[in-house]
Structures are given as C-alpha cells and as structure tokens.
C-alpha cells in the first residue's frame, strides 16, 4: 500500500466520526420540532397543517436515524480493520497512530501528550503512516 492510500485510509475513519456527529445533530434538531408545543388560541374552528408537519418531521427523523445506523455500521467496520492493521505497526508508531486517527487528536494535542515540539510530532505521524502503509 502506498503512503497516500494508507493517508485516506485513516482520515476516511475520522470523516466518518465527523459525519456521524453531523446525524446526530440532526436527528436531534428534527426530535426538538416534534417536541415543541405551540398552542394558538382562537374561537374560530379550522384545520391545521400541524399534523401535516408533525408527519413529515416523523419521516425526516426515521430517515436520519436509519442513515445514522448505516453511517455507525461503516464505522465500526473502518475500526476494527484500521485498528487490527494499527495493532501490527511498532510502538512509538502504534501510539500515534491510535492517538491521531482513532482518538482524533490534533497534532498539537498529540505534541502536548507525548511532550515533543509541534515539527518533530508532524514527522512522527508521517513515519507512522509510513509503517502502516508498508503492512
């Protein structure tokens, strides 16, 4: 595998988390309009679009929810192919790997985490790709 395959391997995990953490805004936006309770008070009987609405927002939230589920599904398998490739790779490598693709940690969090300079932990991460690409 190459450096750039191996590169789009690990961040296809982290889009994914960013992607499933967007659904569950979402499902919980669309949650929020069907709990919401309006009431208009009025002596005039007449129809209202209420239901109408209150159906679509049901709708939209199953669809959410289900594309939740497919997103959560692809995720888990992502995890537990990059995390058994992960596991092969040697320490210190292994540690970064985990730390930046499976935690999603930013490079100065990880600078901080293993007290390195901000250049020196970029070039870890670099050659930890690297060993990954070769397994």
Same mark, same amino acid.
């Given at each position: =595998?190459? #450096?750039?395959? @191996?590169? !789009?391997?690990?961040?296809?995990?982290?889009?994914?988390?960013?992607? +499933? +953490?967007? *659904?569950? +805004? &979402?499902? #919980? &936006? /669309?949650?929020?309009?069907? /709990?919401?309770?309006?009431?208009?008070?009025?002596? =005039?009987?007449?129809?209202?679009?209420?239901?109408?609405? =209150? @159906? #679509? %927002?049901? @709708?939209?939230?199953?669809?959410?929810?289900? +594309?939740?589920? *497919?997103?959560?599904?692809? $995720?888990?398998? %992502?995890?537990?192919?990059?995390?058994?490739?992960? %596991? =092969?790779? #040697? &320490?210190?490598?292994?540690?970064?790997?985990?730390?930046?693709?499976?935690?999603?940690?930013?490079? $100065?969090?990880?600078?901080?985490?293993? %007290? !390195? $300079?901000?250049?020196? /932990?970029? *070039?870890?991460?670099?050659?930890?790709?690297? *060993?990954? @690409?070769?397994?």
């Amino acid at each position: =595998m190459k #450096e750039a395959e @191996a590169r !789009k391997e690990l961040y296809s995990f982290l889009h994914s988390k960013k992607l +499933e +953490e967007r *659904k569950l +805004e &979402q499902i #919980e &936006q /669309t949650k929020c309009k069907l /709990t919401k309770i309006t009431s208009v008070l009025s002596d =005039m009987p007449k129809g209202s679009s209420n239901d109408d609405k =209150m @159906a #679509e %927002n049901i @709708a939209r939230l199953l669809d959410l929810v289900s +594309e939740h589920i *497919k997103i959560m599904e692809e $995720e888990e398998n %992502n995890l537990i192919k990059i995390t058994n490739k992960i %596991n =092969m790779v #040697e &320490q210190p490598y292994k540690n970064i790997l985990e730390l930046r693709f499976v935690n999603g940690l930013k490079i $100065e969090e990880i600078s901080v985490e293993l %007290n !390195k $300079e901000y250049r020196y /932990t970029r *070039k870890l991460i670099r050659k930890s790709i690297i *060993k990954y @690409a070769d397994l």
